[in-house]
């Protein structure tokens, strides 16, 4: 029985590969929807992304909202200086034929809860957590619906991507992370200190590459060009794949571990705001509110991703 997952996102190229390797693996997930929200690029920068990217899969039976345009309380702060104007600059995608639903995203996502067995849905939050937050807000009662929600966000060891202290998705909606992480389902983080072991150095792209479907290659060159801010900025031999680690968690649990940690998130600094405070050591006694995820098997999660993006079908 495929696990019923919502899939928040803001693509990104990086929210593109995630979105892209979950749609290949209808056996172990069905997607419930797609659900855009602001972030890397702003709103409807976003939502037509994640129409750009479902039509490149072929799955046409997936329903796309777009959800909030800003996160909760705070102006929104983009990354195109890493995405580019676009949000998804590297391939050309012909312009979408398919069409978001009518219905606001969060209230899709209430309503898919409220309907939902107790603990059935899995969220998987790519992006700033606005959507999610907004929805435990407006219902708190859709807790009963989540099976858990696994999100890429945050930093620990590895410390800040936008800020000294703070990973760009909970540093976009700071007061939004703080409402996940207190909402009392099970979370699973996939923080950067495990998403940056997982880096497209060149032979993984040319095995990305060699697989030559339209799919792949547009990973390829959606990596080739976001690639150049961690290059630039960390003098890696590639970029990390960070939302895809989301979905490969759910595909292949055993590439991972963490720890049972208390996380809490700064909303109030100005010098520290989004950082997530991960109690890694236990050295307070604040009660343990998420998997800490801080190693991958990484050539097992390139395996599976490879694996996947074959799935597609070649041109012509
Ligand atoms: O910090 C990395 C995260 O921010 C990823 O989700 C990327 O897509 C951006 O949203
Ligand atoms: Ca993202």
């Not at 803001?10 to 290949?24: C, E, W, Y």
């Not at 107790?118 to 619906?145: D, F, H, Y």
Request: aromatic share 6%; with cysteine.
């Amino acid at each position: 029985m495929p696990r019923k997952i919502i899939i928040d996102t803001d693509p990104g190229q990086d929210d593109a590969v995630a979105i892209l390797l979950a749609l290949a693996s209808p056996e172990e997930l069905e997607v419930l929807g797609i659900v855009a929200v602001a972030g890397n690029v702003p709103l409807p920068r976003t939502s037509l992304n994640v129409r750009r990217i479902v039509e490149l899969s072929g799955r046409t039976d997936v329903p796309m909202y777009a959800g909030c345009p800003r996160p909760m309380l705070r102006p929104l702060v983009t990354a195109e200086h890493v995405h580019g104007p676009t949000g998804l600059d590297g391939p050309h995608f012909p312009y979408p034929q398919n069409a978001l639903q009518d219905q606001h995203g969060v209230d899709f996502i209430v309503e898919t809860l409220m309907a939902a067995e107790p603990s059935s849905v899995t969220l998987c939050v790519l992006g700033p957590m606005t959507n999610v937050a907004m929805a435990l807000v407006k219902e708190p009662g859709i807790v009963r619906g989540i099976e858990r929600i696994v999100a890429m966000g945050g930093a620990y060891f590895e410390v800040g991507n936008i800020t000294p202290s703070a990973e760009f998705n909970i540093y976009v909606d700071p007061e939004a992370a703080a409402t996940v992480m207190a909402c009392g389902v099970p979370i699973v983080l996939a923080p950067l200190d495990l998403t940056h072991q997982v880096l497209v150095t060149p032979p993984r792209m040319e095995a990305i590459r060699a697989l030559g479907n339209p799919a792949a290659h547009a990973v390829g060159e959606m990596v080739a060009f976001s690639e150049r801010f961690d290059r630039e900025k960390y003098g890696w031999d590639g970029a990390p794949l960070h939302d895809p680690c989301v979905i490969a968690y759910l595909l292949k649990p055993e590439l991972f571990s963490g720890r049972e940690i208390n996380v809490e998130i700064e909303t109030m600094s100005p010098l520290t705001r989004g950082m997530s405070v991960a109690d890694w050591w236990r050295v307070t006694e604040r009660k343990p509110n998420a998997l800490f995820l801080r190693d991958v098997d990484g050539d097992g999660f390139f395996a599976l991703l490879c694996e996947r993006l074959g799935r597609y079908p070649l041109p012509g």
